[in-house]
Structure formats: structure tokens, C-alpha cells
Nanobody
Framework: QVQLVESGGGLVQTGGSLRLSCAAS????????MGWFRQAPGKEREFVAA????????YYEDSVKGRFTISRDNAKNTVYLQMNTLKPEDTAVYYC????????????????WGQGTQVTVSS
């Protein structure tokens, strides 16, 4: 059983930056592909970014390419999401997920989730 705890969310102005962290415990972190997803009010959870077990491969949703960067530190059992040039449409609760073995963009295939952290971008 893997436990995930996100942190780093908050209120930021348009154009600002935030760095989200997701700390994992209870499992072999390096065995899991990790992903960041977000959910805005009234909308479904959507894919943001994913990273492979070793960190060599990353995927991004088109609207965040060039602005967001996913990374991981397997020695610290932590995955990060650096978010730059934030826009009001990035406002959502951000969740990290762990998928046993591989990375992916389908939330339904993730095995474990954190509780989420709120990101609010003011215009």
C-alpha cells in the first residue's frame, strides 16, 4: 500500500509560479510510474503530466507543455511539478497518482492517489 501526500499548492497571480511536491511512503517508489492530474469544479479529473520510474520519460498535456515540468527524486521518494507562467485556467485541485510498473495518462489505470492540493490562479 502506497501513501501519497501532496503539498505546495496555494494562491498565485497570473504569470506566477508554484512547485508542487508529492511524497510517497509505504512502497517501492522506484517501481511506480507517477503522474499529476487536476480537477476543476464541475469537471472530470484530467491528465497533466507523467514520468517514468527512472525519470527518463515524461509526458505532458498540451496546454501545459513548455510551462510545467515534472521530475522525481527516487532517493527522496518524491515527485515534483514545477508550474511556471500560471494562468487562471490552471486553477484546480492537483492530485498525484502512482501506477505500478509503467507511466500513463489514463487516471483509471492509476493504483494510488493523494488527497490533493488546491492551486488557485487569480487574474
Amino acid at each position: 500500500q502506497v501513501q501519497l501526500v501532496e503539498s505546495g499548492g496555494g494562491l498565485v497571480q497570473t504569470g506566477g509560479s508554484l512547485r508542487l511536491s508529492c511524497a510517497a511512503s509505504g512502497g517501492s517508489f522506484s517501481n511506480y510510474g507517477m503522474g499529476w492530474f487536476r480537477q476543476a469544479p464541475g469537471k472530470e479529473r484530467e491528465f497533466v503530466a507523467a514520468i517514468s520510474r527512472g525519470g527518463a520519460t515524461t509526458y505532458y498535456e498540451d496546454s501545459v507543455k513548455g510551462r510545467f515540468t515534472i521530475s522525481r527524486d527516487n532517493a527522496k521518494n518524491t515527485v515534483y511539478l514545477q508550474m511556471n507562467t500560471l494562468k487562471p485556467e490552471d486553477t484546480a485541485v492537483y492530485y498525484c497518482g502512482a501506477r505500478n510498473g509503467v507511466l500513463g495518462m489514463d487516471a483509471r489505470r492509476y493504483d494510488y492517489w493523494g488527497q490533493g492540493t488546491q492551486v488557485t490562479v487569480s487574474s
